[in-house]
T-cell receptor
Framework: GAVVSQHPSWVICKSGTSVKIECRSLDFQATTMFWYRQFPKQSLMLMAT?????????EQGVEKDKFLINHASLTLSTLTVTSAHPEDSSFYIC??????????????FGPGTRLTVL | GQNIDQPTEMTATEGAIVQINCTYQ??????LFWYQQHAGEAPTFLSY??LDGLEEKGRFSSFLSRSKGYSYLLLKELQMKDSASYLC??????????WGAGTKLIIKP
């Protein structure tokens, strides 16, 4: 099946620094990628939807200036957490949608990136 | 390598019971998650198992056998709103999630 990778898998940073997380679709082209945040044993919270070549669409309550999303190619989307603070510590998961021509496109999830801000 | 297998699609009747199986192979193991995802929506957390056995939560139950690398999600008294994709995900020793491709569950009246 299709594979989505994330890099890094684990990052620890100091408060006030910026962290970039990459999401790649390895064997397919993803016109749409999604960024989620997950707290332990809770549902995935959609942060934003990113379409290749256009601006990301952010969910209500998500600060677009703090969580910068760039979808520069059909296989890569990046999430940059700017001026990170301890409350930004979380598990960030991306997914990529492969258009299949069916009414429901298939969505593949990445392994997640665990961010810890000290 | 690491992988997860679950059926691509299942069909069941309203009011009935359905069991969705998931087998996994991971480097280390830190638990198994089940999520429900309706089309166009984010996955909703259903269950987390890290010890062997059955955990019941209302109409939904989840079972885990670590020695067999096997889990199932049991849905009882099926309702039309249960039509969705069900995702199985195992967490490896690095706390990374290995995702199944999802099982599309179709409920018929």
């Amino acid at each position: 099946g299709a594979v989505v990778s994330q890099h890094p898998s684990w990052v620890i940073c100091k408060s006030g620094t910026s962290v970039k997380i990459e999401c790649r679709s390895l064997d397919f082209q993803a016109t749409t990628m999604f960024w989620y945040r997950q707290f332990p044993k809770q549902s995935l919270m959609l942060m934003a939807t990113s379409n290749e070549g256009s601006k990301a669409t952010y969910e209500q309550g998500v600060e677009k200036d703090k969580f910068l999303i760039n979808h520069a190619s059909l296989t890569l989307s990046t999430l940059t957490v700017t001026s990170a603070h301890p409350e930004d510590s979380s598990f960030y998961i991306c997914s990529a949608r492969e258009p299949s021509g069916r009414d429901t496109d298939t969505q593949y999830f990445g392994p997640g990136t665990r961010l810890t801000v000290l | 390598g690491q992988n997860i297998d679950q059926p691509t699609e299942m069909t069941a009747t309203e009011g009935a019971i359905v069991q969705i199986n998931c087998t996994y192979q991971t480097s280390g193991f830190n638990g198994l998650f089940w999520y429900q995802q309706h089309a166009g929506e984010a996955p909703t957390f259903l269950s987390y198992n890290v010890l062997d056995g059955l955990e019941e939560k209302g109409r939904f139950s989840s079972f885990l056998s670590r020695s067999k690398g096997y889990s199932y999600l049991l849905l009882k008294e099926l309702q039309m709103k249960d039509s969705a994709s069900y995702l199985c995900a195992a967490m490896d020793s690095n706390y990374q999630l290995i995702w199944g491709a999802g099982t599309k569950l179709i409920i018929k009246p």
